[in-house]
């Protein structure tokens, strides 16, 4: 086990708190592994009912997946490395989706990536008010991967896209909107609900105690500005990420998230136009699946070390990505 997790038993509740808030909680190895083997653990122990997934430090729940330590194994020259790291993660993703007992996650602050990966395929998922979620990986060469296409697969496919390709984050109102969590409860009543939940942990039907606290302790928190903005575009799905990109042009209100996905990555671009596409004719163990095959292609592109490299090592936040256009993109190579 890690001390960057902090796992224990509240009554029939597992408790497992993410404890790397230096890094905003990102999912180094030992953390996937410090949670799967929890889950497998409890998943059989009768005494354990239900789980709760926290975050410490102030600023989030998790930033995401550690890709930093992925781009340093592939540059190496040790990308399997890199693959048992998102093979674990993917592994770990599904076992959250797929868990026979009640998983609640209880959000703040920066919810990234990775860390929807944990919370959103939980079963109930909570957040408050404030924070911010987005999948940011076209801004590093990689893709929306750890499992989110098949959660976003349930959302109006304009929403699913321009939330996913253009990597901007967004509040908890658009995070209802998109289906990535369920609640927002008050920051000052989330922790007589971690107690509560506790006890409805130990109740005889933990998962409609659960339902009845989030419905008793939910507040409304206002319109959806994003949502609103992917909901100016065609209804008609998209043939291209081309086509795509050239509808969110024309649309006036949309010009500064335009001018975004102008300078995201073009592989990463296709990549998760066409993984969100298939995605709504999968299941969630299919979608990793398919994250775990192309995990294995954009890890190694030069794109992922240039993109990591601009934006968390170097911060010049200036990636020359190869090609730089969508246009002189050969779709074979993905």
């Not at 989030?214 to 043939?239: H, R, T, V």
Request: hydrophobic share 50%; with cysteine.
């Amino acid at each position: 086990m890690t001390d960057e997790l902090e796992i224990s038993i509240d009554g029939a509740l597992g408790l497992i708190a993410l404890n790397r808030p230096q890094a905003i909680n990102a999912l180094s190895r030992g953390m996937i592994e410090g949670i799967t083997a929890a889950l497998l653990g409890w998943r059989d122990d009768p005494a354990v009912r239900a789980v709760l997934f926290s975050g410490n430090g102030p600023k989030g729940f998790c930033s995401g997946g550690d890709v930093r330590a992925a781009r340093a194994l592939v540059l190496e020259v040790r990308a399997s490395e890199a693959d048992a790291y998102f093979a674990a993660e993917y592994r770990m993703n599904g076992l959250i989706a797929d868990y026979p007992k009640p998983l609640v996650a209880i959000g703040h602050g920066i919810t990234m990536g990775g860390g929807i990966g944990i919370a959103g395929h939980c079963a109930f998922r909570i957040t408050q008010p404030g924070a911010r979620f987005a999948m940011p990986e076209s801004a590093i060469g990689f893709f929306a991967d750890v499992g989110v296409n098949a959660i976003l697969a349930k959302a109006p496919l304009n929403r699913a896209l321009l939330f996913l390709m253009s990597g901007v984050s967004v509040g908890p109102e658009d995070a209802l909107a998109l289906g990535l969590v369920d609640a927002v409860v008050a920051t000052d009543r989330v922790a007589g609900l971690r107690a509560d939940l506790a006890g409805a942990a130990g109740s005889s039907q933990p998962e409609t105690a659960i339902v009845r606290l989030m419905q008793a302790e939910s507040i409304d928190i206002g319109d959806l500005p994003f949502c609103a903005l992917a909901d100016l575009l065609p209804d008609e799905p998209p043939d291209s990420p081309a086509e795509f990109l050239a509808r969110v042009a024309a649309v006036p209100a949309l010009a500064e998230i335009s001018a975004l996905l102008a300078t995201r990555c073009p592989a990463s671009l296709v990549a998760t136009f066409f993984a969100q596409s298939k995605a709504r004719s999968m299941n969630v163990t299919q979608v990793l699946e398919m994250d775990l095959r192309l995990a294995a292609v954009m890890a190694r592109r030069a794109d992922f070390a240039e993109g990591v490299r601009a934006v968390l090592v170097d911060k010049d936040q200036a990636p020359s990505w190869s090609p730089p256009t969508l246009e002189a993109l050969d779709w074979t190579d993905l």
